[in-house]
C-alpha cells in the first residue's frame, strides 16, 4: 500500500488460510526525487503522461524491494506467497468522471519477485456506478465487526475515512474528508517539515473559529454518503482560499487538526449512531494531538488503535490489499455497495500472474 500522504510504501505479510494473521511488515520511505515526481503529477502538466509511466516502473521497482526484503528478513520464500494485492499512487481520484488513477507497474512487479500480482483494485467499481473507494471496509467488516459492538474504524491516513460496523445490518463506510493531508501541505509549506511530528505544532497553536467554521462550510461535509475525496479536491490550492495567510502559522496548524477531529466526529454523529467503541488504524494514530482531538469530538465515545483488534494501526491498509488479492484470484466479490455506491458488490482487480 502506497497512500495519500505519499510518504512511503507499506507492504505486509499475510496468512489468509483461516482468520487473518499479520506474520510481519515492512516500510520504505519515498527518495526525495520520487515523492517530487509524484506531487508534480498531481497537477496537469506538459509530458505527463511519459513521466507518469516512468514513475510507475520507479514505483514498482521499490514495491518489489519492499516485498524481497520482508521475504528475505522472515525468511519465507517467494514461491510459498500466492499473489501481491497492490494498490498503486493515486494521483487522480476522479469517480464522477468514471476514473481513479494508481501509478504503478503490476508487469514489474510480478517480474522482479516471481509472485502473481493483483492490482487495479478500483476500476470494475466505478465502472458499475460506484466511487471506487474506500475499499477497506469489506476488510474491517470480515476482521472487526463484533455481533456484540457497535464499532466504527477510522482511517487516519492522508484521508480520513469511516467504517461502520454495526452489531447487525448493513456495513457501510465513506471517506468523511482530510485526515493528514493538510496538516502535512501547511507544515511543508510554513514550517519546512513533511508533517508535524506528533501535532507538536498545532498543540502549540489554538484553533481559529472563524477559519474552522469557513473550512467545515465546504459543501463535501454535508453530502451524504456514498461519496469519496482525495489530493484533487483538498489541497493546499483549496486551503489558500479561505486566507490562512492572515493567521498565525501555527494558529492555522491547529486549526487544520480541528477540521480533521471535527469532520470525522461530525461524520460519526450523524451517519454512525449509536456506535460504541471507534478503533483508529493510519499513520494520523501518531499524531497526539490530532487523537486527543478526535476523543473530543467524539464526545465520549470509547476510542482506541486497531492494535486491541489484532493489527497494528500502521499496516492495516496493505492487510487489506492482500484479502482483496486473494478474494480476486477465488473469484469472490471485494467491494460493498451500500459503501461505494456501485449497482452491486464486483469481484475487484486484474490478475497478472508469475
Known amino acids: 500500500m502506497s497512500g495519500t ?22 516500510f520504505l520511505s519515498y527518495p526525495k526525487s520520487l515523492k517530487t515526481a509524484l506531487f508534480a503529477l498531481h497537477e496537469p ?6 513521466r507518469a509511466a516512468l514513475v510507475g516502473i520507479e514505483l514498482s521497482r521499490l514495491y518489489a524491494r519492499a516485498v524481497n526484503r520482508l521475504l528475505k528478513r522472515l525468511g519465507i520464500s517467494a514461491r510459498s506467497v500466492r499473489a501481491i494485492g497492490c494498490h498503486g499512487q493515486t ?13 504503478g507497474s503490476p508487469a514489474w512487479l510480478a517480474e522482479r519477485t516471481g509472485i502473481t ?9 466505478i465502472a458499475a456506478g460506484g466511487q471506487g473507494a474506500p475499499l477497506v471496509p469489506a476488510f474491517h467488516a ?37 485526515g493528514n493531508i493538510l496538516l502535512d501541505a501547511w507544515a511543508r509549506a510554513r514550517f519546512g517539515r513533511d508533517f508535524d511530528r506528533g501535532g507538536r505544532l498545532a498543540a502549540r497553536g489554538k484553533s481559529i473559529a472563524s477559519l474552522l467554521k469557513a473550512l467545515l462550510a465546504d459543501p463535501y461535509f454535508r453530502r451524504p454518503p456514498p461519496k469519496s475525496t482525495g489530493r484533487d479536491r483538498f489541497n493546499l490550492r483549496w486551503l489558500r482560499r479561505f486566507g490562512p495567510g492572515r493567521h498565525d502559522p501555527e494558529d492555522v496548524q491547529a486549526t487544520l487538526a480541528e477540521l480533521t477531529a471535527c469532520s470525522i ?14 478503533y483508529l488504524c493510519g499513520g494520523g494514530v501518531r499524531n497526539v494531538d490530532l487523537v486527543n482531538r ?8 470509547a476510542i482506541c488503535s486497531t492494535d486491541q483488534l489484532g493489527i497494528h494501526p500502521d499496516w492495516v491498509e496493505a492487510a487489506a490489499f492482500a484479502w482483496l488479492a486473494q478474494r480476486a484470484l477465488k473469484g469472490e466479490t471485494g467491494s460493498i455497495a451500500e459503501v ?15
Open 265 to 278: 466526529g461530525n461524520a460519526v454523529a450523524r451517519f454512525c449512531p449509536g456506535a460504541e467503541e471507534v
Open 142 to 178: 470480515a476482521c472487526f465487526r463484533d455481533v456484540h459492538r457497535h464499532r466504527v474504524i477510522a482511517n487516519l491516513g492522508g484521508i480520513a475515512n469511516l467504517t461502520n460496523l454495526p452489531r447487525a445490518g448493513s456495513v457501510t463506510g465513506f471517506d468523511t474528508g482530510p
Open 91 to 103: 494521483v487522480r481520484h476522479l469517480p464522477d468522471s468514471g476514473y481513479s488513477l494508481q501509478l
Open 5 to 26: 500522504s505519499l510518504d512511503g510504501v507499506d507492504a505486509a505479510l499475510l496468512e489468509l488460510s483461516g482468520p487473518p494473521s499479520l506474520l510481519g511488515a515492512q
Open 294 to 301: 478526535l476523543a473530543r469530538a467524539l464526545g465520549g465515545i
Open 117 to 125: 500480482v493483483v492490482a487495479d483494485f478500483r476500476s470494475r467499481d
Open 45 to 50: 502538466s506538459r509530458g505527463e503522461l511519459d
Open 340 to 354: 461505494t455506491g456501485a449497482d452491486a458488490a464486483r469481484v475487484l482487480g486484474a490478475i497478472y500472474p508469475a
